[in-house]
């Protein structure tokens, strides 16, 4: 079996996406779709990184700005951002990213462990760090990213 086939066989499958400088990436099975910005409507006392809801055939989506969810700089949204439209817990939300890079397959050799210099926070949602093809990829589990997303949205 050639390495190739191998990692498709015992890989797992992550969608990676930039935000600012930086990389992350999910479990593309949490990924249901990936489309453009649309402005989404304020709702009144939702977290600060909740910008809104935006309507995706007929179902209110809330869309999380994943820059101030990390204590990044908060997203200033333009036409070239991306939604992650994704499963987090039970609940569909779309994440906003600046750029989805790339669908990579990788296999437990590939994952570093998250640095000791990550506060328990971090550690608590990123599940290790990527480095491949020269890049550095922090891997992010989405229902720890969340883990009150229900109650706080509700």
Not at 93 to 117: E, F, R
Request: charged letters at 20%; a negative charge; one cysteine or more.
């Amino acid at each position: 079996m050639t390495n190739a086939v191998k990692n498709l066989v015992d890989g797992r499958r992550l969608i990676a996406f930039r935000i600012e400088d930086q990389e992350f990436s999910v479990n593309i099975m949490a990924v249901r779709e990936i489309r453009g910005w649309s402005p989404a409507t304020p709702m009144p006392h939702a977290p600060p990184y909740v910008l809104g809801v935006i309507n995706l055939r007929g179902a209110v989506l809330p869309i999380i700005d994943l820059a101030l969810r990390f204590g990044l700089k908060p997203a200033e949204p333009t036409i070239r951002h991306v939604i992650i439209v994704a499963q987090v817990n039970s609940k569909t939300v779309g994440l906003l990213v600046d750029a989805v890079s790339d669908i990579l397959t990788v296999t437990d050799d590939n994952i570093q462990p998250t640095p000791d210099i990550a506060n328990d926070a971090e550690k608590n949602y990123a599940r290790g760090i990527l480095a491949i093809e020269g890049r550095m990829i922090c891997m992010i589990e989405l229902d720890a990213l969340f883990p009150h997303f229900e109650s706080e949205a509700a």
